[in-house]
């Protein structure tokens, strides 16, 4: 069985306040009290790893150090099924130091273009890694396909939401409502997994995607 979460505050390990404010709201009916890197004065750590769950623990290992206080990552990101899985866990990085995503959104529909444009597919992973100062941590994935719509739709969400359209929808995640979207997203599906296994409170029940 997963270690649980005891209670207190929760460091968020990012620096983005769209993602820190994100998890906040998905936490929120537990009671739980968060904090971000950022507020913190926590540095980001070199993300090394080769996989979406590899990093998460690293910045979560890092954040539960440097606070003293169990830690949240998120790692996440988008896989274009037409690049080879690109940009994956590269997708903040392709938004360079400016976090300019709008950038990086048309630099994916370039590359769409030139391989040929008909494969639009796509789909959204998170995994999540909750790690405690004495060093034990704990994963969980979630993933939602959908395909790439362009130009670019919504101005809510943050990252890549404007060009996804989760599969059987009709909004982008940019155009849904912040309450629509945490009930399907891949963050979502992967912070249910975590509630039913680590959060007091929960009734064991993570959902239809478990």
Same mark, same amino acid.
């Given at each position: 069985?997963?270690r649980r979460f005891a209670g207190g505050r929760l460091a968020i390990?990012?620096?983005?306040?769209?993602?820190?404010?994100?998890?906040?709201?998905?936490?929120?009916?537990?009671?739980?009290?968060?904090?971000?890197?950022?507020?913190?004065?926590?540095?980001?750590?070199?993300?090394?790893?080769?996989?979406? *769950?590899?990093? $998460? =623990? #690293?910045?979560? +290992?890092? !954040? %539960?150090? @440097?606070?003293?206080?169990?830690?949240?990552?998120?790692?996440?990101?988008?896989?274009?099924?037409?690049?080879?899985?690109?940009?994956?866990?590269?997708?903040?990085?392709?938004?360079?130091?400016?976090?300019?995503?709008? *950038?990086?959104? $048309? =630099? #994916?529909?370039? +590359?769409? !273009? %030139?391989? @040929?444009?008909?494969?639009?597919?796509?789909a959204f992973v998170c995994a999540l890694a909750l790690c405690w100062?004495?060093?034990?941590?704990?994963?969980?994935?979630?993933?939602?396909?959908?395909?790439?719509?362009?130009?670019?739709?919504?101005?809510?969400?943050?990252?890549?939401?404007?060009?996804?359209?989760?599969?059987?929808?009709?909004?982008?995640?940019?155009?849904?409502?912040?309450?629509?979207?945490?009930?399907?997203?891949?963050?979502?599906?992967?912070?249910?997994?975590?509630?039913?296994?680590?959060?007091?409170?929960?009734?064991?029940?993570?959902?239809?995607?478990?």
């Open positions: 069985m997963a390990a990012s620096h983005n306040p769209g993602k820190v404010r994100e998890i906040a709201e998905l936490l929120a009916p537990f009671g739980v009290e968060t904090v971000g890197a950022a507020a913190l004065g926590l540095p980001e750590p070199e993300e090394t790893g080769a996989t979406f *769950a590899e990093n $998460a =623990e #690293i910045k979560a +290992r890092a !954040a %539960a150090e @440097g606070a003293g206080l169990p830690a949240l990552a998120d790692d996440s990101g988008l896989a274009v099924a037409a690049l080879e899985g690109a940009p994956g866990i590269r997708s903040a990085r392709w938004a360079g130091p400016d976090k300019d995503f709008a *950038a990086a959104m $048309a =630099e #994916i529909e370039r +590359r769409l !273009a %030139a391989a @040929g444009g008909d494969d639009r597919r796509a100062p004495d060093g034990q941590c704990v994963g969980f994935e979630g993933r939602v396909e959908g395909s790439l719509v362009w130009p670019p739709r919504g101005a809510r969400g943050f990252g890549y939401d404007p060009v996804f359209l989760p599969e059987g929808g009709a909004l982008t995640f940019g155009e849904m409502e912040p309450e629509d979207k945490h009930a399907i997203s891949h963050r979502a599906r992967a912070f249910r997994r975590l509630v039913a296994a680590c959060f007091a409170g929960a009734d064991g029940d993570a959902g239809p995607d478990a």
